[in-house]
């Protein structure tokens, strides 16, 4: 298996900031416990965080090296739900980071099977006029990975039925990021329902929207 630089400082700084990325959305209540995972591309392959192992308990060498084949090193295995973002960074080459969390909101919306319409301006950040929710399937799946790639088509985020949500973004910085305005937006959403529910915005605003998003949100990358 080829596994670039294995200890070059780039990756050094890679496997850092894909810890800190998992110690963050603990930090802002987007996941708690050994759910969700975070990968980030590296070479043909990428870095995805263990199976079963707490953020807080996770040292750079303990992150797992998937390569394109989804194959990975001896030692620690790879978080379950590799398969998707393999497929994931494999279907959209400029993105290089994948969040997954279960964070209650989005989480909720997903148990419904719903997508999240274009209640907010703010849809337009994951690059649609909808947060799409991919349809159920047994997690740590390819049928569950084709659901995602296909719900994410023109999309950086989405939802996974009954499961929870995914982000992406061309670094882990923008997919947090990205990830915690789902996570917001879904709650304005389960809210807005409770009294009568949202009030739409047309895909002619979405569009403009969408257009000034082009240039929108943290640019710094960190991966």
Known sequence: MSHPSACSPEETRLREAIIHTGLETNRRGLNQGTSGNISARLGAGMLITPSGVRYEDLEPDDLV????????????????????????????????????????????????????????????????NSIRCAPYATFGTENLSQQAVTALEGRTACLLANHGMIAAGPSLERALWLTEEVELLAQQYVLSLQIGGPQLLDDAEMERVMEKFRDYGPRRGDS
């Open 65 to 128: 090296y998937v390569d394109a084949n989804g194959r990975w090193l001896d030692g620690r295995k790879p978080s379950s739900e590799w398969h998707f973002h393999r497929a994931i960074l494999q279907a959209r080459p400029e993105l290089h980071a994948v969040v997954h969390v279960h964070s209650v909101y989005a989480s909720v919306v997903a148990i419904q099977g719903r997508d999240i319409p274009a209640l907010h301006y703010m849809v337009a950040a994951a690059g649609g």
